[in-house]
Nanobody
C-alpha cells in the first residue's frame, strides 16, 4: 500500500500561482502511476492531470492545459502540480491518487486505488 499526503493549497488571487505537492510513503513510489483530481462543491470529481511511473508521459485536462503541469520526483517520493494563471473556477479540493496500473488512460477516479485527504485551493476574483 501507499499513503498520500497533499500540501500547498491555500487562498490566491486570480492570475496567481500555487504548487501542490503530494508526498508518498509505503511501497516503492516509482511503482505507481499518479494523478491529480479536483472536486468543487456539488460537482463530481474531475480529472486534472496524470503521469506515468517514470515521469516520461503526462496528460492534462483541456480545462487546465497550458496552465497546470504535473511532474514527479521519484527520489523524493513526491508528485507535484504546478498551477499558473489560476481562475476562480479552479477553486476546489485537490486530490492526488496512485494506481498500480491504469485500466484505461488514467483519467477516471475508478482507475486509482489510493487517495490523499485533499487540499483546498481557493481562487478569489
Amino acid at each position: 500500500q501507499v499513503q498520500l499526503v497533499e500540501s500547498g493549497g491555500g487562498l490566491v488571487q486570480s492570475g496567481g500561482s500555487l504548487r501542490l505537492s503530494c508526498a508518498a510513503s509505503g511501497r516503492t513510489f516509482s511503482s505507481y502511476a499518479m494523478g491529480w483530481f479536483r472536486q468543487a462543491p456539488g460537482k463530481e470529481r474531475e480529472f486534472i492531470a496524470r503521469i506515468n511511473r517514470s515521469g516520461g508521459s503526462t496528460a492534462h485536462a483541456e480545462s487546465v492545459s497550458g496552465r497546470f503541469t504535473i511532474s514527479r520526483d521519484n527520489a523524493k517520493n513526491t508528485v507535484y502540480l504546478q498551477m499558473n494563471s489560476l481562475k476562480p473556477e479552479d477553486t476546489a479540493v485537490y486530490y492526488c491518487a496512485a494506481a498500480s496500473l491504469w485500466q484505461l488512460r488514467g483519467t477516471l477516479p475508478s482507475e486509482y486505488a489510493y487517495w490523499g485527504q485533499g487540499t483546498q485551493v481557493t481562487v478569489s476574483s
